[in-house]
């Protein structure tokens, strides 16, 4: 009996170990099968890189430009009673700019609001009896000769704290976008024309890259017009009652595009 269990003991333990051998086995095999396939997947991707990286390639520059007029012109008013030392309140002056607006032709419903409506009247102490009361607004033209306009009908009110807030157009987007197609089209067609010179063409692009440098007019005047200028010094001064002749700075949109096109 005593033999009989001791070699149970040991085939029991022999059983064991080669389980234990078997376990090891798979599960370096296991781990070799993953690393192969991470082996393989890099080497794949370093290949696909080394093509690309490898091919021929022309790589050009292209540019384009377009000069827009503006036809959106954002006014900065503002109503101040000290200007005509609290003769007349913000609301009466405010009625009559209205009314002047209207005139010209402006919808004030659309072109015309508050600046801050959170808190669009501010007042002042000014001396110790007196309060003055301001009021911004915001006012929007669309082209040079209305807001030359605005500027000496107020002038005439009194109104003289007025400027130019910013300047932009309704289209903007639309001439961006025609831009860069022609910036792109002028590098496809440079790419052409240097690889014909060599009796190549080119086939599709691989890499393309945009650059912008847009231009849009300096803020808080009427370009070359300083006679009509924020703060008095206007032409009504000069008892010139007709209109002057004023014309924004065009807002300038220029893009180049790198690009490379490979050769075939």
Do not use: W
């Amino acid at each position: 009996m005593p033999e009989n269990r001791l070699l149970q003991e040991i085939v029991r333990t022999y059983l064991h170990h080669c389980h234990n051998i078997e376990t090891k086995i798979f599960s370096m095999k296991t781990t070799l099968t993953i690393l192969l396939c991470v082996i393989s997947l890099t080497g794949f991707t370093q290949a696909g890189e080394k093509n690309f990286i490898d091919q021929n390639y022309i790589e050009v520059t292209g540019k384009a430009e377009m000069e827009i007029t503006p036809d959106e012109i954002y006014l900065k008013i503002i109503v101040d009673e000290k200007d005509n030392k609290g003769k007349e309140s913000v609301e009466e002056i405010e009625k009559q700019m209205i009314k002047k607006f209207r005139e010209i032709g402006i919808d004030v419903s659309k072109e015309l609001s508050i600046k801050d409506f959170a808190s669009n009247f501010k007042f002042y102490f000014l001396k110790e009896d007196k309060i003055y009361t301001s009021k911004e607004y915001q006012l929007i033209t669309h082209d040079a000769k209305t807001a030359g306009k605005v500027f000496l009908e107020l002038e005439k009110l009194g109104v003289s704290n007025i400027s130019i807030d910013r300047v932009d157009h309704s289209k903007i987007e639309e001439f961006r976008n025609e831009v860069k197609i022609k910036a792109m089209q002028a590098a496809k067609n440079k790419a052409g024309s240097l690889a014909q010179a060599i009796g190549q063409n080119i086939g599709k692009a691989i890499y393309i890259q945009e650059f912008e440098n847009n231009f849009y007019p300096m803020q808080g005047k009427l370009a070359g017009v300083s006679n009509i200028m924020i703060r008095g010094a206007s032409a009504m001064d000069a008892g010139q009652e007709s209109l002057p002749e004023v014309e924004f700075e065009k807002i300038k949109l220029e893009y180049s595009i790198l690009s490379r096109f490979i050769l075939e």
